[in-house]
């Protein structure tokens, strides 16, 4: 398991730089600032919301594994006590309280993601 | 004439005081020559006897006296005051993110249970079919130089802020090029198991590539390239 998210992490963040440097290079050679509807089509292809979506679950798939390391390194009890003195039991709160600012975060960027970008509701 | 230095030693009595604090000495310090870190503690403990640390051979060898001195861990027998000094002043504490016993000397251990886990023995119970022992080529052989001369100080483990936070789960740095001593030996024919007991997502990986075990080590080991050797090894079994 170690192996398999170690690699995972590596092939999302080039797939997360792939798309990164597809926008980047596109706001360059296209005259976005000029004309928002040429974005806004571009945008709104099939390929390149196959391309988004893609990205954004790849995105949230290294994020989670971020979030993680954070999670067991700093809200546990050793280390909110190292910081705050007589208050380590103070680490599982903030550990469900980060849990589910997280699970807040997806929720919300998937109902935007789902019904403005994809339905374009 | 001698000069001045300003010691400053972390104290802490688990029995006594509430708190650690930092107590201040000012010993004699060679104009002319140098000392090493672990003499000024033990002229600050003639003037204190109740200052506390662990000291053995006083040579580098035992590994028992690590510190950390000025915010570097080392051992404090074979540092040089004048590695280590600022503004003429020195502070020394006791290894970070391991259980203090008492002043200077800490509970390794959160460290030794690490070792253990990883078998640091050679592991082969085929038969000896040449002579009475396992033959390896000098080739063989040299691939463990800089691997075997660990002495156990904890100055890598407790300089890693992944050990900091999960000592329990992180192998650590000492552990770990224990680790590779014995996957890369070719007399031992247990290299796929203990690769396997290490792939999880802490024991190895919490490894983020810092760097710190490889700059602090006192006997100049390069742990970090250990751990790199291990990830490679733990990829081409997937």
Known sequence: ?121 | MAKKLQLSLYRFDPEKDERPYMSDYEVDYPATGNMMVIDAIRLAQEKDSTVTFRRSCAQGVCGSDGVNMNGKNGLACITPVSDVITRGKLEVRPLPGLPVIKDLIVDMKPFYEQYEKVKPFLDNEDEVTTGHERLQSPNDRDKLDGLYECVLCACCSTSCPSFWWNPEKFVGPAALLQAYRFIADTRDNQKKQRLKKLNDAFSVYRCHGIMNCTSVCPKGLNPSKAINEIKKELRKIG
């Open chain 1, 1 to 121: 398991m170690g192996t398999f998210l170690w690699i995972a992490q590596r092939v999302s963040s080039l797939i997360i730089l792939s798309y990164v440097l597809l926008i980047l290079i596109s706001y360059f050679i296209k005259p976005y600032q000029y004309d928002a509807s040429i974005w806004y089509f571009d945008i709104h292809t099939i390929t390149m919301k196959v391309f988004t979506s893609a990205f954004l679950i790849v995105m949230v798939g290294h994020a989670l594994q971020g979030l993680k390391a954070i999670e067991d390194d700093y809200f546990t009890e050793r280390t909110i006590g190292m910081f705050l003195p007589g208050m380590s039991y103070l680490a599982k709160i903030l550990r469900y309280a980060y849990r589910g600012f997280i699970v807040l975060v997806i929720i919300v960027l998937t109902y935007v993601v789902v019904f403005s970008y994809l339905m374009e509701l």
